[in-house]
């Protein structure tokens, strides 16, 4: 009878599936640092990713590069998921938030009203998986400051009685 030697070259752990999330790229800028011999060119992204099942993350980072700055703002991204409440694809009750210059509202909506959000605010939602969901910001332009908002928002969403 022979028995699997773990110490054997030839033995493989099965590989560890790495947890896929889909991701959209919010905003690409390209900023420049003055300094004493020109300017410094560099790029910033700010992306949000989720897996639409209730976990999203979002993150900005700086690169020389487009791709770059990316890869840099996925890896904060995956660092800053949190699983959000959800209930029967809608968010369980109405928040009202402010955060820095934006006021987010974000109200649950019935069955078949689908996301009715604005560009940046309407990815976050997406991508944490409600299908029902009002969202009204008020202030900022900002879509920084309003992925921001919206995050924070979702953050701070309670538990349902009775779950």
Excluded: W
Excluded at 4 to 26: C, G, H, L, W
Excluded at 54 to 80: E, L, S
């Amino acid at each position: 009878m022979m028995s699997k030697n773990t110490n054997d070259k030839s033995f493989k752990r099965p590989a560890k599936k790495d947890q896929e999330f889909e991701q959209r790229v919010i905003e690409i800028a390209r900023v420049t640092r003055v300094m004493a011999g020109g300017k410094r060119m560099r790029f910033r992204a700010c992306v949000v990713i989720g897996d639409m099942k209730g976990r999203v993350g979002f993150g900005i980072a700086k690169g020389a590069d487009v791709t770059i700055a990316i890869n840099k703002a996925v890896d904060r991204a995956k660092k800053t998921m949190v699983r959000v409440n959800m209930v029967n694809g809608t968010i369980p009750h109405e928040v009202r938030l402010r955060h820095k210059a934006v006021n987010v509202l974000l109200k649950p909506a019935p069955q078949g009203t689908g996301v009715v959000a604005g560009g940046p605010t309407r990815a976050v939602v997406e991508l944490a998986g409600y299908k029902n969901v009002v969202i009204k910001m008020i202030g900022s332009r900002s879509k920084i400051n309003n992925v921001q908002t919206t995050f924070k928002a979702l953050q701070s969403l309670k538990q349902p009685k009775g779950k």
